[in-house]
C-alpha cells in the first residue's frame, strides 16, 4: 500500500528556514509526479512545487520561485522542499502528494496523498 509520510514543519519566525520531507512507500513507478501543495486557514489547496522523478525536471508557483526548492531523492524514495526567507502568509498545512501523469500542480491528477505538516510562520 501507497503511503507518503511528511515531516519537518514546525513554527520558525519570519525569514526563517524549513525542509520539508516526505517519505514516500509501496510505490513503485519510476517515473513520477511529486508535488508540494498548501492550504492555509480558509482557503483553497494551491499548488507550490512539483518534480517529475524520470529526469528531476521541476516546476513551480510563480509566488513560489526563487524561495523554495524541491528536491527528490531516489536512494531514500523521499521529496524534499526547501523553504527561504518565510513570511506569514506561508503558514498553511503542507501536503505533498504523487501522480503517475505528466508533472502539474493540478491536484485532480493526483493519486495518492500525505497527511500534511504543519508550518507556522510568526511575524
Known amino acids: 500500500q501507497v503511503q507518503l509520510v511528511e515531516s519537518g514543519g514546525g513554527s520558525v519566525q519570519a525569514g526563517g528556514s524549513l525542509r520539508l520531507s516526505c517519505a514516500v512507500s509501496?510505490?513503485?513507478?519510476?517515473?513520477?509526479?511529486m508535488g508540494w501543495f498548501r492550504q492555509a486557514p480558509g482557503k483553497e489547496r494551491r499548488g507550490v512545487a512539483a518534480?517529475?522523478?524520470?529526469?528531476?525536471?521541476?516546476y513551480y508557483a510563480d509566488s513560489m520561485k526563487g524561495r523554495f526548492t524541491i528536491s527528490w531523492d531516489g536512494a531514500k524514495n523521499t521529496l524534499y522542499l526547501e523553504m527561504n526567507s518565510l513570511n506569514p502568509e506561508d503558514t498553511a498545512m503542507y501536503y505533498c502528494?504523487?501522480?503517475?501523469?505528466?508533472?502539474?500542480?493540478?491536484?485532480?491528477?493526483?493519486?495518492?496523498w500525505g497527511q500534511g505538516t504543519q508550518v507556522t510562520v510568526s511575524s
Open positions: 518534480l517529475w522523478t524520470g529526469d528531476d525536471s521541476t
Open positions: 502528494a504523487a501522480s503517475s501523469r505528466a508533472i502539474s500542480l493540478n491536484e485532480n491528477l493526483y493519486d495518492y
Open positions: 509501496g510505490y513503485t513507478n519510476r517515473r513520477t509526479c
